[in-house]
């Protein structure tokens, strides 16, 4: 079971330009070590430019920041892919659990990670890989029903994320339990993990997030279509 990353190649950038400055531009854009490139809509999408890796609206709408918090430069680093190759409900799975983890104040451990979470190949999502609990559903994600997500991109520097150019992962490099019952962390990770939580709930905390990530005090609109909390 493979997760083929390629078959993302050749498809048409479809991210309108004043969407990437009003979501992206104008919220990440202040840090110059970002490094955003954004393509014309009418552009394919064949290779990253050099240096960089593609990242697509819906990540950032669902809680990865730019640079890439630690969390995501540890789990993209450890299981060999890049963030195309996770689907947006994934990634707001990872943010969930990280403020989990702050909140009870456990540092973040990729061990964790595969204690709470397994991995499974959906052909239907292009090669991505979806992330679900492997004793619940965890973090209830609500689906945004945006089927053609993949195609809004743009690309941003590595910052951390060891390769440009991703490779296809075998599910060995998956298999694994992650924290053991010996652990002194395993009583607060199974409670995490045998629990269903609300993605909505941490999601509400967005918008603070990324004003405290980027220190931006001033008063700007952050995906003001998603929920009222």
Not at 97 to 121: C, G, H, N, T, Y
Not at 181 to 192: G, H, K, L, S, W
Request: charged share 25%; hydrophobic share 40%; aromatic share 14%.
């Amino acid at each position: 079971m493979w997760a083929d990353y390629h078959v993302l190649r050749g498809e048409l950038c479809i991210l309108p330009q004043h969407t990437f400055k009003r979501e992206v531009l104008q919220v990440w854009g202040a840090d110059p070590e970002v490094g955003l490139e954004h393509l014309s809509e009418t552009e394919n999408f064949m290779t990253s430019p050099k240096g960089k890796v593609a990242v697509c609206l819906h990540h950032l709408r669902g809680g990865m920041f730019l640079p890439f918090q630690p969390e995501f430069v540890n789990v993209l680093n450890h299981f060999g892919i890049v963030p195309m190759q996770l689907p947006p409900n994934a990634v707001t799975m990872i943010y969930c659990l990280a403020k989990e983890l702050r909140r009870r104040q456990i540092p973040w451990d990729v061990e964790i990670f595969m204690a709470v979470f397994r991995w499974e190949v959906n052909p239907r999502l292009r090669g991505c890989f979806v992330l679900k609990g492997r004793f619940c559903q965890v973090f209830k994600v609500r689906d945004t029903g945006f089927a053609d997500w993949y195609k809004q991109f743009f690309f941003v520097d590595l910052r951390g994320v060891r390769f440009g150019e991703p490779r296809r992962v075998g599910e060995g490099r998956f298999l694994g339990e992650g924290v053991g019952f010996e652990d002194p962390r395993f009583r607060e990770v199974d409670e995490i993990r045998i629990c269903v939580h609300d993605a909505e709930d941490y999601l509400c905390d967005l918008e603070f997030d990324v004003r405290e990530y980027t220190g931006e005090s001033c008063q700007f609109v952050l995906f003001s279509f998603r929920r009222g909390c």
